[in-house]
């Protein structure tokens, strides 16, 4: 009896162990309580005293499509002018020197010629054998008159003059195409500027040989700069936004502050292999001769159409990262750091936003000032 109630007391422990054990097990797989923490918006930015920071409010305005392009400005080529002989020589004194401005008919260079020296030597000897068959002709025709001379000697001597006339006048007009002058005839040849206008180019210097022009640069190019070219590069992709006859405004390096109004003259029908890229020529005046060859220049092209957008004062942007961002006034400190699409640079200071901003919004007009404040605060 004691033994069946030992037994019925150990399976007893037994089930009362199981028990425990499978309460145990079931609260060890039990997940444990989730907790959801909420993650700041890095966009969102409070500022104590935003009196500080100035808000704008983005327009909406209609604008011209634009497009911006890398440029130079060049010489207008039909206003260029080549400064050539006809002859070779050795330069005996130079008058001036490259980047002058010099007028019509200034003198720009005194050399010596063979060429010259012959054709005076031709000239003279011509003009003594004009003097002697004159002669021979009015001896002939007086001996005519007197019948001391028969009429076919007298045609033989009035013909002999009148070659001796045209030898004359050949070797004169050499004399002349050379550069030279029959009435003062020397070997030392004065190069004068043919047009008036800036000299661009100059491969010559003082006792340096010239050459004939058949073999030899030009002595100098002269450019007449009161008109000239900027030339740029548009890319295949954007040459539908560009038209002969549309408003080009140039900036340049050196007058950051100022815009030169142009207008597209020509579009090249051919494109560089290489880049892609079609030359466009844009004709701009230059009265006051500022604008100089071979500045770097970029074009901001204004097209005829356009469309309704939001400007915003061009400080209200910042270029930060590749990408452009606005600071959008939310709440009374609060503003939120928003990714725009920045457009073209306008000549009043405004920025023109192609997404990503509408009108009404009112943004931060320093942004690089609040982005300081911004990041320091962090």
Sequence with gaps: MKNWLLFAVL???VGVLAGCSHDANAKSNDAPPTTVESVPDLNLIKIDDPSRFPVAEAKARHEADQLMAPGIISPD??????????????????????GDDVQKGQLLLTMTSPDMTQAISDYRKFQADEALAKTQAERAEDLSKHGAMAQKDLEVAEEAYQKSKVDTQAAADRIRQLGGD???????LEVHAPVSGTIIEQNVTNSAGVKSPDNAPNLFTIADLSEVWVLCDVFENNLAQVNVGDTAEIELNAYPNRR?????ANISKVLDPTTRSAKVRIELPN??????PNMFATAHFISQGGANRAVVPVTAVLRLQDRDWVFVRTGEKEFRRTQVQAGPVNSDGTQQVMSGLKAGDQVVVNALQFDREATTKE
Excluded: D, S, W
């Design 287 to 292: 009265p006051t001769g500022i604008l100089r």
């Design 11 to 13: 399976i007893a422990g």
């Design 260 to 264: 030169f109004q142009g207008k597209i």
């Design 182 to 188: 029959p009435q003062h005839p020397t070997p030392l």
């Design 77 to 98: 080529v039909n206003r260029n002018v080549p400064v050539n002989m006809l002859t070779g020589g050795r330069v005996m004194e130079l008058k001036v020197r490259l």
